[in-house]
């Protein structure tokens, strides 16, 4: 018997302020909170057919815990994008073709509160 992946299930990131990021989330992409696990500090969040996962961190740090993050959005709308992100004082980076699990599509960049690099990636052309 095979397997094959289909699509990124869950992202775990640790987060130094918990209940901020929950917020960030929430505000900048509509995520909602599906589950709580407080024995182990752990919110997971819906993320479309994904999930994202923030576990609140054992030590502080100011370096990033990964490099970047994806999520596939649907319409690929770079003004939405900045009318949603930029009153959380979030700036949005060039708009470029990059290539992604379903092909070359639209993506930008930005950077969550903790310095997470986060990549919206529209549909492939």
Same mark, same amino acid.
């Given at each position: 018997?095979?397997?094959? /992946?289909?699509? +990124? ?30 024995? +182990? ?13 923030? /576990? ?24 939405? +994008? ?7 004082? /979030? ?26 690099? +986060? ?7």
């Amino acid at each position: 018997m095979t397997f094959h /992946v289909e699509r +990124i299930d869950h992202v775990v990131l640790r987060v130094n302020d918990l209940p901020a990021m929950v917020r960030f989330y929430e505000q900048a992409l509509g995520f909602n909170v599906e589950r709580r696990l407080d024995r +182990i500090n752990l919110v997971q969040m819906r993320a479309g057919a994904s999930m994202l996962d923030l /576990v609140l961190s054992d030590a502080k740090s100011a370096a990033p815990n990964m490099d970047h993050l994806c999520f596939r959005i649907e319409p690929f709308d770079r003004a939405a +994008i900045e009318a949603r992100l930029g009153p959380l004082g /979030v700036s949005v980076g060039e708009t470029f073709q990059r290539y992604g699990a379903e092909g070359t599509g639209p993506s930008v960049y930005f950077h969550d509160p903790e310095g997470n690099q +986060i990549e919206l990636k529209g549909p492939s052309a």
